[in-house]
């Protein structure tokens, strides 16, 4: 997995050790004394919320030329700001950038940063703006971007998935219900299973990304601002989709923080039920399936050990990310309007569940394309468990045997070939006749888990052609 340094921000900052008088705080005036520094520690966020720093340099820019906009910045003023603020972005990127816990967060340590370049025209770009609404914004901007990271990640393992069908279109298996034997199904049919899961995450962040997607800048503290500011022109400089409607609301609105956690648990919850699935498949008593060794690892004390560990953590790290939703829940219960500092809070749940979804969606691809179906293992054992039950049970309710008494007879014919030790198309016509008389010899065409497999034909189904029709679908929205 390659690390997004940008998005990694470099090393922690350096704790202050003595109580800093030192550093001034640009909401110091009202204040006689200096931050106890055991204050700044507990109080700072710079060395997680760091991590939003492109975030917070593109609010200021695009806020620094509106406020040029409306003539509380000259154009010179703007140009000063924009161009202070792209050297510092760089060296944030480059891991020059001094971070300093008593400048509490990345807000105040953008800001700090410009005011000692630009002195008084620095002073200006917090106009009409308070960190309550600047930081609702960064993280409604970091929401999107992470979005679309993940979309991106997505739609790369459902293309696994569907690459896999083309390659495994012959192969049959069984199909569970209670992890019991119940219907032959094409192992394609399983693939498409999943790529149905994740795309409706995939639509899932894409209506929490359009509820994000609406500017709280311009709230300011929560009451808005009586600076005459185009809160519009923001918008569309940041390309959000609309602006907030109340200051109030907006200054305090963490919802689509909650719905972005929640839906990144439910893609886990999609990832642990497939790694628990094929953790299963993946042991001697399954025999399904070969693991790419270059996504296992082994075992300090047996050596023989192959262990599935990469699908062990996915399932796994779920129960943090779900964690970190009740996290966020818990954390917004009972808050009053608007802003309250409980607030802050909000981001490391956030950035752990995506910094882990992310992770595990890039190992599930390769794992996914690199594993190998142990096609001669699942076809020698294919035949136990009776699973052509139902669709002999389906033959019968064609030729107008209602479906109780169907079921009946065919649970009968069931106790007869296990009683024998044999399979259902074992049987000889005459234990057929003696379940339903009509019975010829065209009740083999629907016996063996193959024709089972091929006498299926409704929509959704495992039959071949359904299944090849899906295929044809999920490929002809990626060309
Ligand atoms: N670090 C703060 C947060 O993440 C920024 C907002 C602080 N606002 C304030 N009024 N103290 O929530």
Not at 199 to 225: F, K, V, Y
Request: some cysteine; overall charge negative.
């Amino acid at each position: 997995m390659a690390k997004d340094r940008s998005q990694q921000g470099p090393s922690r900052p350096e704790a202050a050790k003595t109580t800093s008088g030192g550093t001034k705080k640009p909401w110091g005036g009202v204040f006689d004394q200096a931050t106890d520094h055991r204050v700044e520690e507990f109080t700072e966020s710079v060395s997680f919320d760091r991590r939003l720093f492109a975030q917070d340099i593109e609010g200021s820019v695009a806020h620094a030329q509106m406020l040029a906009q409306v003539g509380l910045l000259t154009a010179d003023e703007c140009l000063q700001i924009v161009q202070t603020l792209g050297e510092i972005r760089q060296e944030i990127e480059q891991g020059r950038f001094p971070f300093r816990t008593e400048l509490e967060d990345i807000h105040m340590h953008v800001e700090h940063a410009l005011i000692e370049r630009l002195g008084d025209v620095g002073r200006k770009l917090h106009t009409a703006r308070s960190r309550n609404d600047q930081v609702a914004t960064d993280l409604r901007l970091w929401v999107r971007w992470a979005i679309d990271q993940l979309d991106e990640r997505l739609t790369a393992l459902q293309r696994a998935w569907v690459d896999r069908c083309d390659r495994d279109m012959d192969v049959i298996v069984p199909g569970y219900t209670h992890t019991q034997r119940a219907q032959p199904v094409l192992a394609a049919h399983y693939w498409l299973a999943y790529c149905e899961k994740f795309e409706r995450d995939r639509l899932r962040l894409a209506d929490c990304r359009r509820r994000a997607n609406q500017l709280p800048l311009g709230a300011a503290a929560l009451a808005g601002t009586s600076l005459p500011i185009d809160r519009q022109d923001v918008a569309k400089r940041l390309g959000f989709e609309g602006v907030a409607a109340n200051s109030l609301d907006a200054a305090s609105d963490r919802d689509f923080a909650v719905e972005f956690a929640f839906v990144m648990a439910l893609i886990a919850e999609h990832l642990s039920t497939w790694a628990e699935e094929w953790i299963l498949w993946s042991t001697v008593e399954f025999n399904f399936l070969k693991l790419p060794q270059a996504f296992c690892t082994g075992s300090s004390i047996m050596p023989q050990k192959i262990n599935p560990d990469v699908l062990e953590l996915i399932r796994g790290k779920t129960a943090r990310v779900i964690g970190h939703l009740q996290s966020l829940l818990v954390l917004v219960k009972g808050l009053p309007l608007a802003y309250n500092r409980d607030l802050q809070e909000d981001k490391e749940p956030l950035l752990d569940s995506f910094d882990t979804v992310r992770a595990s969606l890039e190992l599930a691809a390769p794992l996914v394309a690199g594993a190998e179906l142990n096609r001669a293992a699942i076809a020698e054992r294919l035949d136990r468990g009776h699973l052509d039950a139902t669709t002999l049970m389906e033959h019968l309710i064609r030729r107008g045997v209602p479906q109780r008494t169907a079921h009946g007879l065919v649970g009968r014919l069931v106790r007869k070939a296990l009683d024998r030790g044999v399979r259902l198309s074992d049987l000889p016509l005459e234990d057929f006749r003696e379940a339903d008389p009509g019975l010829d010899a065209s009740v083999y065409d629907v016996l063996g888990p193959e024709r089972a497999v091929a006498a299926m034909v409704s929509y959704g189904s495992t039959a071949p052609g359904q299944v090849r029709e899906q295929v044809r679908r999920w490929k002809q929205r990626w060309q």
